[in-house]
């Protein structure tokens, strides 16, 4: 797909959880993504840049580069970026409060939509206690997700020759053992009591690499999910409507369409998760 592509406006896109410098980051796809939409203002919630990764080897093939020289490239034609910093580009908190090349560093962000909502935009590892008080344990969680990342790439190998959809063996863990799951309903209940604390009607966040828009306790929790496995992001359209994108889908949807009328129709090219 090339850069003359059509692309869809949108008045805001959330990103996060990237993980550029790792193996598992799908940077092609956010790449194409990337040329896919065009939005006024730019967030990036988090975990964009692997700094865990990089220490223990470098790892950084030119896709990567790529992606931040697209992102740069919106800067440079008029887009604002925010960038939120997580637990894994942490190195990034020490600069919040300072802008480099039109790109803002934030601790966090109260975005106010179009129609007049507030949601605190925030990464979210601050309300995860393992990150918080056990790191030697956030770290081996880390290194065994890495290792599920390398088993997942041979088990889909194989599962692309046999002709079936893509299936990722740490989402399946994380909704299938009971701790995971009721880690991430703490975790979501944690965030939006932190956004009605602030006095907001909402929180978009990442962190956890699961796509979510659902109400809680009166308050819309959105999390932008990643781009290692699920490659997911979150929209604000003109009107303040938030909507979950999963990218994989839409391609599916937009060759459906091809097939059928021998062209890509725009108005068939969004998916929510």
Not at 133 to 149: E, I, K, M, N, Q
Not at 193 to 205: F, L, M, S, T, Y
């Amino acid at each position: 797909m090339g850069e003359d592509t059509e692309t869809t406006r949108v008045r805001t896109l959330f990103l996060s959880d990237m993980h550029l410098g790792t193996k598992g980051c799908q940077a092609d796809l956010l790449l194409e993504f990337l040329r896919d939409y065009d939005a006024d203002e730019i967030y990036l919630v988090g975990d964009i840049v692997d700094g865990w990764q990089l220490k223990s080897g470098w790892y950084w093939p030119q896709s990567h580069n790529d992606v931040v020289q697209k992102l740069m490239r919106k800067v440079r034609k008029g887009s604002t970026l925010v960038y939120v910093p997580g637990n894994h580009d942490e190195f990034l908190r020490d600069y919040i409060g300072m802008t480099f090349g039109g790109i803002e560093i934030a601790d966090q962000r109260v975005h106010e939509a179009a129609d007049g909502k507030r949601y605190l935009v925030i990464h979210g590892d601050q309300f995860d206690m393992v990150v918080r008080h056990a790191r030697w344990l956030a770290f081996l969680g880390d290194g065994a997700y890495t290792f599920a990342l390398f088993v997942n790439t041979y088990v889909n190998t194989v599962r692309r020759r046999l002709g079936l959809a893509y299936w990722s063996l740490s989402a399946w863990a994380k909704l299938k053992v009971k701790n995971a799951v009721n880690f991430i309903g703490k975790f979501e209940e944690l965030l939006s009591a932190e956004a009605k604390r602030v006095g907001a009607d909402g929180v978009i966040c990442g962190h956890i690499h699961h796509a979510a828009n659902r109400q809680i306790n009166g308050l819309t929790y959105l999390n932008t999910g990643d781009w290692v496995e699920s490659c997911t992001a979150i929209v604000e359209h003109y009107d303040g409507t938030m909507e979950v994108l999963h990218y994989p889908s839409l391609l599916r949807a937009r060759a459906g369409l091809t097939d059928l009328v021998g062209r890509t129709r725009p108005d068939g090219a969004r998916a929510v998760a």
